[in-house]
């Protein structure tokens, strides 16, 4: 009975929700109240032991002259420090053209704006909401893992909810999805 008055209740706020602020506090005060996980339901630690490390990720995307000299091997490890695991740059390339990403400068460039991007769960989202164009140069995809640095699940679970409470046309656009994971804790 407690549980169908609290959904109830929260139910009857979603729809009296009218900004993003609105959105992500009944989220946050849904989430305390019934101690609930994260809404993926994912193992939260990183990296994640299904995960490929990052080293390994790089070298099987670049020719393998590229990473095969213990100065390459280096110059790999250097780029991937504070990455958490290979996921980050799986999700980049499952995005962009083989072109963008085919040398080890270019890759470098990528493995750098993963540090402190927490899998690839941000990207992903951002990814999922504006159209594929806006994500298929190097340039694009950096714009975007600048802003997920730091977002964690929780985070990215509120931008779910509160888009999907929104008008879809204010959920579809860059600026507009950045302006939702700021309100819900970016």
């Given amino acids: 009975m407690r549980w169908a008055l609290l959904g109830s209740l929260l139910f009857s706020n979603y729809l009296h929700a009218s900004t993003l602020d609105d959105l992500s506090f009944l989220f946050y005060k849904n989430k305390i109240s019934s101690n609930s996980k994260s809404l993926s339901e994912k193992d939260q630690c990183y990296p994640s032991p299904a995960s490929s490390s990052c080293v390994k990720v790089v070298c099987s995307n670049i020719p393998n002259y590229q990473c095969d000299e213990a100065d390459e091997i280096r110059e790999v490890t250097t780029m991937c420090k504070g990455n958490f695991g290979g996921d980050c740059l799986t999700g980049v ?16 460039e990528i493995a750098t704006q993963c540090r402190n991007v927490y899998g690839s769960v941000c990207f992903d989202f951002v990814a999922s909401k504006i159209p594929s164009y806006q994500l298929d140069e190097r340039d694009e995809v950096i714009q975007v893992l600048n802003q997920c640095k730091g977002v964690y699940y929780d985070t990215i679970d509120c931008a779910r909810f509160a888009c999907s409470k929104l008008p879809s046309f204010k959920c579809d656009e860059a600026d507009e999805i950045l302006d939702v994971l700021n309100s819900c804790g970016r």
């Fill in 93 to 108: 390339f499952k995005k962009l053209p083989k072109y963008q990403y085919d040398e080890l400068s270019e890759v470098a």
